[in-house]
């Protein structure tokens, strides 16, 4: 194993580029007292603007996974849980993975996690995924099975894609993006958070569920793989699944196709809405309805 070293974008004078990185490394023994302290005012300001705003699979994850503002978990007791529940393991990572090394590991039931958590003045943004990002916002979910076989199942396609069509990586990176990163979820008490990006940014958790927020469209596996992203603003547009057995379900079939007719497709810009989204909004009684139900 290297010397874990902090891996971030590159400031240049055409802006921030990303930094690429492949190495594995240990956790290290123990953190600064600081970084525990991020951990913890991190940690306890989204656990408390979570509830009833995430969904209960999260929270209920987070909550066997024995996670709390005391200290940084260890990998190690952290991957004794999910081993024995859905397969997964922590590897730990200095930054950003090629997208290649990052679809391997998935596809063999490895999530990449940094091992170095953002400084104090870095609370309420950071352009890459720190320690807190990923461990908080993307290993919860993990020990979902359902969900732990689509983050599987997405690796797989992404090797696969790399291999035979990397046009199609553009549409591939657009579903993680809109699921993984930025999903919400309709639930019978109505819509909650579970993309990692949301779920771990304080910003974000409540504007996502705004009444007067951005676009909410009915989940569309080409709309998806079809719609442009911001990275340096909140969504224009968030996706909604029914439940992860959907998202699992609709992203089970060869791609190919997809990405076939995708191709010869001028994309959708983010924040735009088709004639066909199915959107949800804010209904009279404070509950959640598509425009068929209004």
């Known amino acids: 194993m290297n010397e874990p070293r902090r891996v971030e974008h590159q400031q240049t004078d055409k802006g921030y580029v990303p930094v690429y990185t492949t190495a594995i490394i240990e956790q290290p023994a123990d953190y600064p007292a600081a970084d525990h302290d ?127 069509d990397p046009q199609a990586l553009v549409h591939l990176t657009r579903l993680y993006w809109y699921t993984v990163e930025f999903g919400l979820i309709n639930t019978a008490q109505g819509l909650r958070i579970y993309g990692a990006g949301i779920v771990s940014s304080k910003g974000e958790s409540l504007y996502s569920l705004e009444d007067d927020a951005p676009n909410r469209i009915g989940f569309d596996l080409e709309r998806i793989m079809h719609t442009r992203y911001r990275i340096d603003t909140y969504q224009k547009t968030y996706f909604v699944i029914d439940s992860f057995e959907q998202l699992m379900q609709a992203t089970a079939p060869d791609f190919t196709p997809i990405y076939q007719r995708l191709h010869a497709q001028e994309a959708v810009p983010a924040g735009q809405v088709l004639e066909t989204d199915r959107v949800f909004h804010r209904g009279s009684g404070q509950g959640w309805a598509t425009d068929g139900d209004v």
């Open 38 to 164: 991020t951990w913890g005012t991190l940690y306890e300001r989204q656990r408390a603007l979570l509830v009833g705003r995430a969904s209960d699979e999260f929270l209920q994850a987070q909550d066997a996974m024995g996670m709390s503002p005391d200290r940084i978990p260890r990998f190690s007791e952290l991957n004794e849980i999910l081993g024995k529940t859905t397969g997964w393991t922590i590897i730990g990572v200095e930054g950003l993975l090629p997208e290649l090394d990052f679809f391997e590991h998935l596809a063999n039931r490895r999530f990449p996690v940094s091992w170095w958590i953002r400084r104090p003045d870095q609370i309420d943004y950071i352009a890459e995924p720190d320690l807190f990002h990923d461990l908080f916002g993307h290993v919860p979910l993990l020990m979902n099975p359902v969900f732990a076989d689509y983050m599987q199942a997405y690796g797989a396609g992404g090797v696969k894609a790399h291999a035979i």
